[in-house]
Protein backbone atom coordinates (compact mmCIF):
# COMPACT_ATOMS: atom_id res chain seq x y z
CA UNK A 1 0.00 0.00 0.00
CA UNK A 2 0.95 3.46 -1.20
CA UNK A 3 1.59 6.54 1.08
CA UNK A 4 -0.61 9.26 -0.31
CA UNK A 5 1.04 11.83 -1.76
CA UNK A 6 -1.08 14.78 0.47
CA UNK A 7 1.24 13.58 3.12
CA UNK A 8 4.58 14.18 1.37
CA UNK A 9 2.66 17.77 0.23
CA UNK A 10 1.60 18.56 4.00
CA UNK A 11 5.04 17.92 4.90
CA UNK A 12 6.54 20.50 2.61
CA UNK A 13 3.69 22.94 3.58
CA UNK A 14 4.66 22.33 8.05
CA UNK A 15 8.57 22.94 6.91
CA UNK A 16 8.30 25.86 4.52
CA UNK A 17 11.63 28.09 5.61
CA UNK A 18 13.61 24.80 4.87
CA UNK A 19 11.43 23.75 1.89
CA UNK A 20 11.59 27.65 0.45
CA UNK A 21 15.67 27.90 1.15
CA UNK A 22 16.16 24.52 -0.92
CA UNK A 23 14.08 24.92 -3.09
CA UNK A 24 15.91 28.75 -3.88
CA UNK A 25 19.40 26.73 -3.76
CA UNK A 26 17.69 24.44 -6.62
CA UNK A 27 16.55 26.81 -8.48
CA UNK A 28 19.85 29.11 -8.84
CA UNK A 29 21.38 25.95 -10.13
CA UNK A 30 18.93 25.28 -12.63
CA UNK A 31 18.88 29.31 -13.51
CA UNK A 32 22.67 29.34 -14.09
CA UNK A 33 22.94 25.79 -16.22
CA UNK A 34 19.16 27.28 -18.54
CA UNK A 35 20.94 30.75 -18.95
CA UNK A 36 24.03 29.64 -20.45
CA UNK A 37 22.33 26.93 -22.50
CA UNK A 38 19.78 29.54 -23.52
CA UNK A 39 23.16 31.88 -24.51
CA UNK A 40 24.65 28.67 -26.84
CA UNK A 41 21.29 28.25 -28.54
CA UNK A 42 20.54 31.95 -30.00
CA UNK A 43 24.27 32.29 -30.28
CA UNK A 44 24.41 28.40 -32.21
CA UNK A 45 20.68 29.70 -34.10
CA UNK A 46 22.38 33.37 -35.32
CA UNK A 47 25.58 31.21 -36.92
CA UNK A 48 23.57 28.17 -38.30
CA UNK A 49 20.66 29.98 -40.01
CA UNK A 50 23.00 32.41 -41.76
CA UNK A 51 23.50 31.14 -45.54
CA UNK A 52 21.82 29.69 -48.52
CA UNK A 53 22.43 26.24 -49.45
CA UNK A 54 23.00 26.88 -52.60
CA UNK A 55 25.86 29.55 -51.71
CA UNK A 56 29.36 28.72 -51.18
CA UNK A 57 32.14 31.15 -49.78
CA UNK A 58 35.44 30.73 -51.65
CA UNK A 59 38.50 31.52 -49.70
CA UNK A 60 42.32 31.00 -50.12
CA UNK A 61 43.24 27.24 -49.25
CA UNK A 62 43.41 26.90 -45.27
CA UNK A 63 42.34 29.96 -43.77
CA UNK A 64 39.74 29.61 -41.33
CA UNK A 65 37.87 32.79 -41.74
CA UNK A 66 36.90 35.44 -44.79
CA UNK A 67 39.11 37.85 -42.56
CA UNK A 68 42.44 36.28 -42.87
CA UNK A 69 41.91 35.01 -46.45
CA UNK A 70 43.39 36.66 -49.50
CA UNK A 71 41.70 36.16 -52.92
CA UNK A 72 43.12 37.82 -56.14
CA UNK A 73 40.80 39.74 -58.68
CA UNK A 74 41.88 37.72 -61.77
CA UNK A 75 40.63 34.58 -59.43
CA UNK A 76 37.42 36.06 -58.86
CA UNK A 77 36.95 36.65 -62.88
CA UNK A 78 38.30 32.88 -63.57
CA UNK A 79 35.36 31.81 -61.22
CA UNK A 80 32.99 33.43 -62.82
CA UNK A 81 33.23 31.46 -66.23
CA UNK A 82 33.00 27.98 -64.80
CA UNK A 83 29.81 25.96 -65.12
CA UNK A 84 27.09 25.19 -62.98
CA UNK A 85 27.41 29.22 -61.85
CA UNK A 86 23.47 30.63 -61.22
CA UNK A 87 22.73 33.28 -63.20
CA UNK A 88 20.81 36.83 -62.45
CA UNK A 89 17.89 37.75 -64.77
CA UNK A 90 20.53 39.65 -67.08
CA UNK A 91 22.69 37.00 -67.67
CA UNK A 92 25.09 37.94 -65.73
CA UNK A 93 26.63 35.16 -63.07
CA UNK A 94 25.91 34.89 -59.58
CA UNK A 95 29.29 35.37 -58.25
CA UNK A 96 30.05 38.92 -56.00
CA UNK A 97 33.86 39.38 -55.11
CA UNK A 98 33.64 40.88 -51.35
CA UNK A 99 36.34 42.10 -48.56
CA UNK A 100 35.70 41.37 -44.98
CA UNK A 101 37.58 43.89 -42.36
CA UNK A 102 37.11 44.93 -38.96
CA UNK A 103 36.84 47.85 -36.92
CA UNK A 104 36.10 48.88 -33.55
CA UNK A 105 32.78 50.56 -32.19
CA UNK A 106 32.10 52.00 -28.85
CA UNK A 107 29.04 50.06 -27.30
CA UNK A 108 26.42 51.33 -25.31
CA UNK A 109 26.86 49.60 -22.57
CA UNK A 110 30.69 49.75 -22.81
CA UNK A 111 32.95 52.56 -24.05
CA UNK A 112 35.48 50.68 -25.03
CA UNK A 113 33.90 48.73 -27.55
CA UNK A 114 34.07 45.68 -29.77
CA UNK A 115 35.21 44.61 -33.06
CA UNK A 116 32.54 44.43 -36.02
CA UNK A 117 32.25 43.12 -39.07
CA UNK A 118 32.72 45.93 -42.05
CA UNK A 119 31.61 44.04 -45.38
CA UNK A 120 32.38 45.53 -48.61
CA UNK A 121 30.28 44.12 -51.59
CA UNK A 122 28.65 44.82 -54.71
CA UNK A 123 25.01 45.33 -55.59
CA UNK A 124 24.86 41.31 -56.79
CA UNK A 125 26.23 40.51 -53.44
CA UNK A 126 23.19 42.51 -52.05
CA UNK A 127 20.93 40.57 -54.43
CA UNK A 128 22.02 37.46 -53.63
CA UNK A 129 21.14 37.56 -49.91
CA UNK A 130 17.25 38.23 -50.94
CA UNK A 131 16.39 37.20 -47.24
CA UNK A 132 17.53 40.31 -45.83
CA UNK A 133 15.38 42.96 -46.31
CA UNK A 134 16.00 46.92 -45.46
CA UNK A 135 14.35 47.81 -42.20
CA UNK A 136 14.49 51.46 -42.38
CA UNK A 137 16.46 53.55 -45.16
CA UNK A 138 17.98 52.29 -48.73
CA UNK A 139 21.07 50.53 -49.80
CA UNK A 140 24.47 51.93 -50.01
CA UNK A 141 24.82 53.95 -53.57
CA UNK A 142 27.88 52.67 -55.55
CA UNK A 143 31.01 54.81 -55.38
CA UNK A 144 29.52 56.77 -52.28
CA UNK A 145 31.02 56.70 -49.02
CA UNK A 146 27.57 55.24 -47.76
CA UNK A 147 26.98 52.02 -45.47
CA UNK A 148 23.82 50.03 -44.15
CA UNK A 149 23.98 48.76 -40.84
CA UNK A 150 22.24 45.40 -39.03
CA UNK A 151 19.93 45.59 -36.64
CA UNK A 152 22.17 44.60 -33.78
CA UNK A 153 24.80 47.09 -34.96
CA UNK A 154 22.19 49.84 -35.19
CA UNK A 155 20.44 48.72 -31.76
CA UNK A 156 23.83 47.72 -29.53
CA UNK A 157 26.67 50.40 -30.42
CA UNK A 158 27.55 54.09 -30.04
CA UNK A 159 26.25 56.36 -33.48
CA UNK A 160 25.40 53.31 -35.36
CA UNK A 161 22.38 54.89 -35.85
CA UNK A 162 20.20 55.62 -38.89
CA UNK A 163 21.10 59.25 -40.23
CA UNK A 164 24.42 58.72 -38.06
CA UNK A 165 28.30 59.17 -39.28
CA UNK A 166 31.14 56.40 -38.04
CA UNK A 167 34.63 57.46 -39.46
CA UNK A 168 37.16 54.47 -41.09
CA UNK A 169 39.35 53.99 -43.45
CA UNK A 170 40.05 57.13 -44.95
CA UNK A 171 37.14 59.40 -44.08
CA UNK A 172 33.47 59.27 -42.96
CA UNK A 173 30.64 56.72 -44.03
CA UNK A 174 27.52 57.81 -43.37
CA UNK A 175 24.31 55.08 -42.89
CA UNK A 176 21.92 55.55 -45.39
CA UNK A 177 20.07 52.30 -43.95
CA UNK A 178 19.58 49.61 -41.38
CA UNK A 179 18.91 45.82 -42.38
CA UNK A 180 16.95 43.15 -40.95
CA UNK A 181 18.84 39.44 -41.39
CA UNK A 182 16.38 37.45 -39.05
CA UNK A 183 18.68 37.73 -36.25
CA UNK A 184 21.79 35.61 -38.46
CA UNK A 185 25.02 36.66 -38.32
CA UNK A 186 25.04 39.34 -40.50
CA UNK A 187 22.96 41.08 -38.22
CA UNK A 188 26.26 41.81 -36.78
CA UNK A 189 27.35 43.48 -39.94
CA UNK A 190 28.01 47.01 -41.43
CA UNK A 191 28.02 47.03 -45.69
CA UNK A 192 29.29 49.33 -47.83
CA UNK A 193 30.49 49.43 -51.53
CA UNK A 194 33.26 47.19 -52.12
CA UNK A 195 35.26 49.48 -54.63
CA UNK A 196 34.91 52.39 -52.22
CA UNK A 197 36.11 50.27 -49.30
CA UNK A 198 38.52 48.63 -51.49
CA UNK A 199 40.02 51.98 -51.72
CA UNK A 200 40.05 53.10 -48.77
CA UNK A 201 41.63 49.70 -47.57
CA UNK A 202 44.42 49.81 -49.82
CA UNK A 203 42.81 46.44 -51.11
CA UNK A 204 42.07 47.24 -54.79
CA UNK A 205 44.15 44.04 -56.38
CA UNK A 206 43.46 41.11 -53.20
CA UNK A 207 39.16 40.89 -52.00
CA UNK A 208 38.87 37.98 -49.24
CA UNK A 209 36.21 35.69 -50.65
CA UNK A 210 33.64 35.27 -53.30
CA UNK A 211 30.15 34.55 -53.10
CA UNK A 212 28.76 31.71 -55.80
CA UNK A 213 25.73 30.30 -55.92
CA UNK A 214 25.15 27.54 -57.78
CA UNK A 215 21.93 25.55 -59.88
CA UNK A 216 21.49 22.81 -57.91
CA UNK A 217 23.50 20.62 -55.01
CA UNK A 218 24.50 18.69 -57.50
CA UNK A 219 26.17 21.29 -59.52
CA UNK A 220 27.04 22.96 -55.91
CA UNK A 221 29.55 19.81 -55.04
CA UNK A 222 31.06 20.02 -58.44
CA UNK A 223 31.87 23.23 -58.13
CA UNK A 224 33.60 22.38 -55.01
CA UNK A 225 35.50 20.16 -56.07
CA UNK A 226 36.37 22.02 -59.67
CA UNK A 227 38.05 24.90 -56.42
CA UNK A 228 39.88 22.39 -54.70
CA UNK A 229 41.30 20.77 -57.61
CA UNK A 230 42.41 24.10 -59.78
CA UNK A 231 46.05 24.47 -58.83
CA UNK A 232 46.43 28.11 -60.26
CA UNK A 233 43.42 28.98 -58.15
CA UNK A 234 44.75 27.82 -54.85
CA UNK A 235 41.39 28.55 -53.25
CA UNK A 236 39.05 26.30 -51.97
CA UNK A 237 35.07 26.48 -50.87
CA UNK A 238 32.92 25.93 -48.40
CA UNK A 239 28.66 26.70 -48.22
CA UNK A 240 27.33 29.19 -46.51
CA UNK A 241 25.61 26.91 -43.81
CA UNK A 242 29.10 24.80 -43.44
CA UNK A 243 31.14 28.08 -43.24
CA UNK A 244 29.07 29.48 -40.71
CA UNK A 245 27.99 26.75 -38.31
CA UNK A 246 31.91 26.16 -38.16
CA UNK A 247 31.88 29.48 -36.05
CA UNK A 248 29.98 28.12 -33.57
CA UNK A 249 32.78 26.84 -31.97
CA UNK A 250 33.61 30.12 -30.39
CA UNK A 251 30.20 28.84 -28.38
CA UNK A 252 32.22 25.38 -27.27
CA UNK A 253 34.33 27.00 -24.07
CA UNK A 254 31.53 28.90 -22.57
CA UNK A 255 28.90 25.91 -23.32
CA UNK A 256 31.62 23.76 -21.46
CA UNK A 257 32.32 26.42 -18.39
CA UNK A 258 28.99 27.22 -17.58
CA UNK A 259 27.74 23.55 -17.71
CA UNK A 260 31.28 22.55 -15.62
CA UNK A 261 29.57 25.66 -13.39
CA UNK A 262 26.10 24.13 -12.87
CA UNK A 263 27.67 20.63 -12.29
CA UNK A 264 29.43 22.03 -8.91
CA UNK A 265 26.07 23.59 -7.84
CA UNK A 266 23.97 20.73 -8.70
CA UNK A 267 26.30 18.79 -6.31
CA UNK A 268 26.04 21.40 -3.65
CA UNK A 269 22.25 21.75 -3.89
CA UNK A 270 22.03 18.10 -3.82
CA UNK A 271 23.42 17.88 -0.59
CA UNK A 272 21.26 20.55 0.52
CA UNK A 273 18.29 18.69 -0.23
CA UNK A 274 20.21 15.43 1.34
CA UNK A 275 20.43 17.46 4.53
CA UNK A 276 17.16 18.81 4.16
CA UNK A 277 15.84 15.22 4.27
CA UNK A 278 18.26 13.88 6.65
CA UNK A 279 16.69 15.96 9.08
CA UNK A 280 13.00 15.14 7.82
CA UNK A 281 14.25 11.68 8.85
CA UNK A 282 14.95 12.56 12.35
CA UNK A 283 12.37 14.83 13.20
CA UNK A 284 9.84 12.28 12.00
CA UNK A 285 11.40 8.96 13.49
CA UNK A 286 7.93 8.97 15.38
CA UNK A 287 5.63 9.28 11.86
CA UNK A 288 8.11 6.47 10.47
CA UNK A 289 7.16 4.12 13.10
CA UNK A 290 3.39 4.90 13.50
CA UNK A 291 3.35 4.23 9.16
CA UNK A 292 4.90 0.94 9.85
CA UNK A 293 2.77 -0.06 12.53
CA UNK A 294 -0.22 0.94 10.56
CA UNK A 295 0.88 -1.91 7.53
CA UNK A 296 3.17 0.98 4.82
CA UNK A 297 6.19 -1.31 4.17
CA UNK A 298 9.36 -0.18 3.82
CA UNK A 299 9.47 0.31 0.03
CA UNK A 300 6.60 2.20 0.25
CA UNK A 301 8.21 4.37 3.28
CA UNK A 302 11.38 4.48 0.58
CA UNK A 303 9.77 5.83 -1.96
CA UNK A 304 7.82 8.18 -0.30
CA UNK A 305 10.32 10.34 1.03
CA UNK A 306 11.77 9.74 -2.58
CA UNK A 307 9.05 11.36 -4.27
CA UNK A 308 9.34 14.21 -0.69
CA UNK A 309 12.61 15.27 -2.30
CA UNK A 310 11.71 14.99 -6.07
CA UNK A 311 8.50 17.42 -4.90
CA UNK A 312 11.21 19.75 -3.07
CA UNK A 313 13.37 19.75 -6.43
CA UNK A 314 10.94 20.32 -9.00
CA UNK A 315 9.52 23.22 -7.18
CA UNK A 316 13.19 24.23 -7.39
CA UNK A 317 13.16 23.43 -10.97
CA UNK A 318 10.09 25.23 -12.07
CA UNK A 319 11.50 28.59 -9.83
CA UNK A 320 14.72 28.21 -11.83
CA UNK A 321 12.71 28.41 -15.28
CA UNK A 322 10.88 31.37 -14.04
CA UNK A 323 14.32 32.88 -12.83
CA UNK A 324 15.51 32.57 -16.31
CA UNK A 325 12.58 33.32 -18.29
CA UNK A 326 13.48 37.18 -18.27
CA UNK A 327 16.79 36.50 -20.47
CA UNK A 328 14.76 34.83 -23.17
CA UNK A 329 14.51 36.99 -26.26
CA UNK A 330 17.45 39.23 -24.63
CA UNK A 331 19.58 41.19 -27.13
CA UNK A 332 23.47 40.33 -26.41
CA UNK A 333 26.75 39.83 -28.03
CA UNK A 334 29.96 37.51 -28.07
CA UNK A 335 33.49 38.20 -29.15
CA UNK A 336 34.24 35.17 -32.17
CA UNK A 337 37.67 33.91 -31.80
CA UNK A 338 37.09 32.68 -35.59
CA UNK A 339 36.46 36.34 -37.12
CA UNK A 340 37.91 38.38 -34.42
CA UNK A 341 34.75 40.44 -34.28
CA UNK A 342 31.86 40.19 -32.26
CA UNK A 343 28.52 38.23 -33.29
CA UNK A 344 25.07 39.71 -31.69
CA UNK A 345 22.70 36.91 -30.56
CA UNK A 346 19.37 36.83 -28.18
CA UNK A 347 19.18 34.47 -25.38
CA UNK A 348 16.67 31.29 -26.77
CA UNK A 349 15.05 29.38 -23.92
CA UNK A 350 13.23 26.94 -25.81
CA UNK A 351 11.15 24.07 -24.54
CA UNK A 352 14.09 21.61 -25.44
CA UNK A 353 15.96 23.87 -22.66
CA UNK A 354 13.09 23.92 -20.27
CA UNK A 355 12.94 20.53 -20.29
CA UNK A 356 16.97 19.71 -19.35
CA UNK A 357 16.12 22.15 -17.08
CA UNK A 358 13.17 19.75 -15.37
CA UNK A 359 15.52 17.02 -16.20
CA UNK A 360 18.12 18.12 -13.73
CA UNK A 361 16.32 19.34 -11.17
CA UNK A 362 14.83 15.88 -11.27
CA UNK A 363 18.45 14.29 -11.07
CA UNK A 364 19.48 16.56 -8.20
CA UNK A 365 15.59 15.17 -6.51
CA UNK A 366 16.54 11.61 -6.63
CA UNK A 367 20.60 11.68 -5.92
CA UNK A 368 19.64 14.49 -2.39
CA UNK A 369 16.57 12.08 -1.25
CA UNK A 370 17.77 8.78 -2.44
CA UNK A 371 20.15 8.15 0.77
CA UNK A 372 17.66 9.62 2.83
CA UNK A 373 15.03 7.66 2.08
CA UNK A 374 17.18 4.69 2.52
CA UNK A 375 17.60 5.93 5.89
CA UNK A 376 14.15 6.40 7.22
CA UNK A 377 13.09 2.62 5.31
CA UNK A 378 15.34 0.82 7.16
CA UNK A 379 14.30 2.50 10.79
CA UNK A 380 13.93 -0.05 13.39
CA UNK A 381 10.11 0.35 14.57
CA UNK A 382 10.88 -0.48 17.99
CA UNK A 383 13.57 2.26 18.06
CA UNK A 384 11.31 4.60 16.31
CA UNK A 385 8.44 4.28 19.07
CA UNK A 386 10.50 5.01 21.88
CA UNK A 387 10.66 8.37 20.34
CA UNK A 388 6.65 9.15 21.00
Do not use: C
Request: charged residues 20%.
Amino acid sequence: MAIPLSYNFRNLRVRKTTTVMTALGIALTVAVLLGILAMVAGLKSALQSSGNPLQMIVVRKNSPSELSSQVAREAISAIRFKEGIQKFHDGEPMVSGEIVTVMNLPRKNNPEGANVTIRGLSQAGVKMRPEIRMFSGRWFEPGQREIAVGKSISGRFVSAAMGDTLRFGRGDWKIVGVFDAGRTAFDSEIWGDLNQIATDFNRNEVLSSALVRASDPITLQALKNSMADDQRLYLEAKTEVEYYAAQTSTAAPVEFLGIFVAVIMAIGSSFAAMNTMYAAVARRSREIGTLRILGFSRGSILLSFVIESLLLSLLGGLLGILLVMPLNGLESGIGNNVTFSETGFDFRITPAIIGIGISFATLMGILGGLLPARSAARADILIALREL
